[in-house]
């Protein structure tokens, strides 16, 4: 099992830039897929980047492609969101999960946590 938890929201500007980490604690790191999701009020849930294990593969959502950067840093267990150009369209609450595959699909993920909020001001 591993336990995941985000850091790194706030308020920004619209045009500026925040960076979302996710830390993970448990077992190996290395071992899981990571990825980011982001639910808005009165909207679903909904896929925004995934990283594989070692990297090798990663997907974006289309509204964040070209703006949003996942990375990860296996031997600090900590998985990376750089955001940039935000939008009032990106606030959201940012999730983080931990799963077997790189995916879109909130399914195929295993652990969770508890979010962080990312608000845009225009």
């Known amino acids: 099992q591993v336990q995941v938890v985000e850091s790194g929201g706030g308020l920004v500007q619209a045009g500026g830039s925040l960076r979302l980490s996710c830390a993970a604690s448990?077992?190996?790191?290395?071992?899981?897929?990571m990825g980011w999701f982001r639910q808005a009020p009165g909207k679903e849930r909904e896929f925004v980047a995934t990283?594989?294990?070692?990297?090798?593969?990663?997907y974006y959502a289309d509204s964040v492609k070209g703006r949003f950067t996942i990375s990860r840093d296996n031997a600090k267990n900590t998985v990376y969101l750089q955001m940039n150009s935000l939008k009032p369209e990106d606030t959201s609450v940012y999730y983080c999960?931990?799963?077997?595959?790189?995916?879109?699909?909130?399914?195929?993920?295993?652990?969770w946590g508890q979010g962080t909020q990312v608000t845009v001001s225009s």
């Open positions: 999960a931990a799963g077997d595959l790189a995916t879109m699909a909130q399914k195929t993920y295993d652990y």
């Open positions: 990283i594989s294990r070692y990297g090798a593969t990663i």
């Open positions: 448990g077992r190996s790191f290395s071992r899981y897929a």
